[in-house]
Structures are given as structure tokens and as C-alpha cells.
């Protein structure tokens, strides 16, 4: 009961990456960046363990963006082609990689890290690949010509890919969708089908992820005129009710969510957002156990996960480990008291 988990990201050490930084410059080349994304790997799954995070991840410590490093492997798509783009519905500006042609795997994107992070650890391992809408949101197409076949393309690949992962042991395949708080019409019309494509057959666990955005400048702003309730979630919840997807993972924390929306997702476990990523105060065990608490009056609790509210790797990497043993110790707050 009350298993914790995390969304996916942690901060990378200061010897891999610049650090509080996206897209931040790796410090290493060659032989001696893959040594150090191994070690960053294993110490990020033993600090997740050590502070008590049921099921852990690798941290993302081998990629510098949880799109990118995804798309770097593809076939088709020319990172000497980049533009800049407006994403999330133009909330940012970033440079972005151009879809030329056909999009394929070179091979195994991340199966890398995933081995890496299954040898060290025998708690349940979770791994993150991004959604095909997100994919679509986060690059430029000059092949495609349609939003909808580029996003089945990418489909496609990550099921090759989520089926390799399961392979190798991970127990849960989570695709990130941030994408989904944007384009709910999308979400519906050809989102959802777009990721269950993606899912299709993977002998795991299969989550998806959505949010409201790393703890940025861009997100915060946003946030900030979404009104004094944000009830982006009641658009698309009930679309993945009915899904084929088993777990979906939402931010709660610190937010302006109504709660009583997760009733929306029966049938579904929730990884429910109870650790606030865009503050740097530390949240106390109590103020865990509280979100958790008001997440029971409309999910069972066999069926909640306190977890992060979206990825750590922005954060300076000392508050990030304290939020996750807050994070374990709320939940083990609330087994104590539910007995």
C-alpha cells in the first residue's frame, strides 16, 4: 500500500552535467561519458533506494533531455537541421531536430542504461520513454505532413522499444505526455489510440505521465494564468479510464488540481503528484501524508502511488533526495495510520 515511485528525471551529478540546467552540456566525450552516465546510473537507483523509493528509475542520467535523447537514435531525423519552435502550444521557444524522411531505430535507444539500472537494484525499476504526441510537439516535420501519421510512426518505434525494455526486466513502462495538458482535443481524437499503439503488447506495466511542466520559469508563468482551478485533467481522464494503459501519473502537489478529478480515472492506479518540483521548501512527511489523504476520498488505496509531480532534473541534486525521503516517509506515515 502506498508503494512510492518518482516520475522519472533526477539531477545529474555535477562531474556528468552542467548542473540546473535542461539540455544541459555533458563535462565528459568518449569512452569516459559512458563510464560516467554507468556510475551516475547506479548511484542515482542506490540513492532512490536509500531514501526509501519503492520503485525506482534510472534517473535519465544518460540522456540530456527526455525527448532528445530518444530522438539522437532515430533514423530520419537531422539534428543539423534544427529550428526554433514553439512548443506546448508555443509556451516556450526551443531549437528543434527536422523530421527528412522515414523515422526508424538505429537499434536499442536506451537499453543501455535500463541493464545498467536492472544488475543494480532488486526493487521494482521503472523506465520513462517519451509519448508520441510529445515526440510530434518537440521536433519540426518536413517528410510527414500530418501530425497524426508522424505521431503512429513514432508509435511504432517505441513499442519496438518498450518491448526490448520489458525484456530486459523493467517492470513498468512509462510514457511521458505532457503534451496531453495542451492539445485535449488531440488527446482524444488521436492521442490516446496513438499510445496505446505504443503500448501494444508490452509485457509490463504501462503507465503515462502528464503534467504541468519541470519547475521553469515558462511552466511557472503558465501555471500561474491557468486560473483557480486547473481542470485540464477533466478533459482527457475519462478517454484514459477507458484505455488500455494501466497506470496514469498526475501532479497534485502544490497545485491548483481539483482532487476529486482522479475519481475520473477508476480502474486505473494513480501515481498521484505529492512532492512539488517547482519549489525548492522541502515538503514535510505530514504535508505528503495530507495530498495522500485527500486523494483516498476518490482513489483506492491499493490502487495510489505517491510520487513526484514530474521530473527532478532541473533541481539542485541535495533538495531532490530530501523531497524523496519526505516522500517515503509520507507514505509510510499513511500505511502506519491506515494500519
Not at 144 to 161: K, P, V, W
Not at 237 to 248: C, E, N
Not at 318 to 326: N, Q
Amino acid at each position: 500500500m502506498f508503494e512510492t515511485t518518482i516520475a522519472g528525471s533526477l539531477p545529474k551529478p555535477s562531474w556528468l552535467a552542467a548542473p540546473q540546467m535542461l539540455w544541459a552540456p555533458w563535462q565528459l566525450a568518449g569512452d569516459a561519458l559512458v563510464e560516467a552516465k554507468r556510475d551516475a546510473t547506479i548511484l542515482m537507483v542506490k540513492l532512490q533506494e536509500d531514501a526509501g523509493i519503492d520503485v525506482v528509475t534510472d534517473g535519465e542520467q544518460a540522456r540530456q533531455h527526455f525527448v532528445h535523447g530518444f530522438l539522437e537514435q532515430i533514423e530520419g531525423v537531422d539534428f543539423t537541421r534544427r529550428i526554433t519552435m514553439g512548443i506546448r502550444n508555443n509556451r516556450y521557444e526551443v531549437q528543434v531536430p527536422t523530421v527528412v524522411g522515414p523515422v526508424r531505430r538505429r537499434g536499442s535507444v536506451h537499453s543501455f542504461e535500463a541493464a545498467i539500472a536492472r544488475e543494480h537494484t532488486q526493487r521494482r525499476l521503472k523506465f520513462t520513454l517519451p509519448g508520441p504526441m510529445t515526440i510530434v510537439d518537440t521536433l519540426a516535420d518536413a517528410h510527414y505532413g500530418d501530425r497524426t501519421a508522424l505521431a503512429m510512426a513514432f508509435a511504432d518505434l517505441l513499442n519496438e522499444e518498450a518491448r526490448e525494455l520489458a525484456a530486459i526486466g523493467v517492470d513498468v513502462i512509462q510514457f511521458d505526455e505532457p503534451a496531453f495538458n495542451v492539445y485535449m482535443e488531440a488527446v482524444t481524437a488521436w492521442g490516446i489510440p496513438v499510445l496505446e499503439r505504443a503500448a501494444a503488447g508490452v509485457a509490463c506495466k504501462t503507465a503515462v505521465h502528464i503534467c504541468y511542466g519541470y519547475g521553469i520559469k515558462a511552466n511557472i508563468d503558465w501555471k500561474a494564468g491557468l486560473g483557480a482551478e486547473w481542470r485540464q485533467y477533466e478533459a482527457i481522464f475519462p478517454a484514459l479510464a477507458a484505455s488500455r494503459i494501466d497506470q496514469v501519473s498526475v501532479e497534485c502537489a502544490g497545485s491548483k488540481v481539483p482532487i476529486e478529478l482522479l475519481g475520473l480515472l477508476a480502474g486505473k492506479d494513480v501515481l498521484l503528484g505529492a512532492v512539488d518540483v517547482a519549489r525548492e521548501e522541502v515538503e514535510t512527511p505530514e504535508e505528503v501524508a495530507a495530498t495522500i489523504e485527500r486523494a483516498l476520498r476518490f482513489v483506492p488505496a491499493e490502487r495510489l502511488f505517491p510520487c513526484t509531480n514530474c521530473g527532478m532534473a532541473p533541481m539542485r541534486k541535495d533538495i531532490a533526495i530530501l523531497k524523496l525521503r519526505a516522500l517515503a516517509a509520507g507514505a509510510e506515515m499513511m500505511r502506519n495510520r491506515l494500519g
